[in-house]
């Protein structure tokens, strides 16, 4: 998720550290979040926030209007309450024709969005050393789980760090060590003292002392489907019992697979199923259970036995232009926000329709091309299609060629395309030549050129 206009930037550099207690000055009010590839959505108790490859995004009204913050910074973990609000920051780093994830450490606010202060605490700075989840108890100690910095807290917003071992003979991070790589962590505030739960590649474990003990289970000891934990969320039930879930994907045994398991009874019992089903993030409305998942969002109404598929249908096409993938979902008050690498879908919950929010080439700033490309770089591994997006203000057609460094025409144009006046179009792309071969890595140019003949021009870059 990390597409960016400055693409160059985004492939040789490493982000700039801000400085402690720095302020940022957020953009103006906008209809949409800043960027259209999505991650995590969360409801702090007054608004949603949404991030995105080109910041974090708050909204007071449900969506109506954004609020965005951070520009051009990318994440990959999100938590808040409040108006205090912790935002793990990342970014994608090239090195040897290879794209490793990297960590550039914590903004944290507390008073939602106003002032941003960045910590760089080393577990979370780094290639690999990136926080994927992150939970915040009652009295504001924070938990990130990092894939090689481990499990950390920090009880003063942010100034410390240490790490939390879920063995206690341990005292040191060994990266070899599969309970010493966390994707996940939920907090559950219901209980007091709150408790901890934490996901690994060997399973989840759970402490009620604030991580000076531990219980664990993983597919040998209590049936869960896989031992790598990428998601868990509690859901609180109308009778106020409550359901812990977890994704619990296939990590190194064969006889693992991908699924979601569940406990009613505080982890005593793990329930899963033997069908496969690979999931992002979770999000609850009373006894239904939603799924952001990589075939889709899906609603389940018994417990997981059984899921539908929501099809994310756009209001104003009555297109389904949505990547089938969703990577993040929220319900909060009768609105269901759904998170792709093509834009924020919302909708109200009993709508046969969703609005998708693109960012559009009118609302970029004056100095920023009125074209773009996303997802920014692009890889057809992990993107089935990508997206030129442009508008024109009278009815005319839009023809689009791609050229390499050399300014040599690569590809397959794109020829007279519609272009209907005042609308942003969204013309998508797979990547290929002329024969269908996907285009080497590389830092590429493309034309917009329209029949009445006026051009538009932008950059892309490919990451195979």
Known sequence: MKENLSVAFLLISLLAGTAAGSTVESFELSPEPAGNEIGDIIFDGEGV?????????????????????????????????????????SHEE??????????????ITTDAGLNWTNYTPEQAVGIGKLAYDIGLEKDSTIWAACFYGGL????DKGESWVNVFVDTADTEINYNDLTHRFFATTIDTSTEPNTIW?????????STDGGWEWLGWNHASSGISGNFIVALAIQYLPDSSKVVWASTRQALSADEWDCVSYTTDEGENWHTFDYNMTVWNFSFRDSMVYAATTGGLCISSDFGVSWDTLEIVDCGTGES????????VLYQDGKLFAGTSDGLAIKDIDAPCWDILLVSPSTL?????????????FSQEKHSRGYFVFSSTEPDNATITVFNFAMEEVGKPIVDYPVPAGEDVRIPWDGTDADGEMLANGIYSYRVEFSSGRSLWGKLAILR
């Open 49 to 89: 926030w949404v991030t995105s490859d080109n910041g974090i995004s708050y909204s007071l009204e449900l969506g109506a209007s954004w609020e965005n913050f951070l520009p051009g910074i990318s994440s990959s973990g999100l938590s808040g309450y409040r108006g205090f609000v912790v935002f793990a920051a």
């Open 94 to 107: 090239l090195y040897e024709e290879e794209l490793y994830p990297a960590g550039d450490g914590f903004f």
């Open 152 to 155: 950390i807290k920090s009880e």
């Open 198 to 206: 934490a996901g690994t590649a060997a399973g989840i474990f759970k």
């Open 321 to 328: 232009s949505i990547d089938p993938e969703v990577v993040s």
């Open 365 to 377: 700033p004056l100095n920023a091309p009125k074209t773009y490309f996303f997802p920014n770089p």
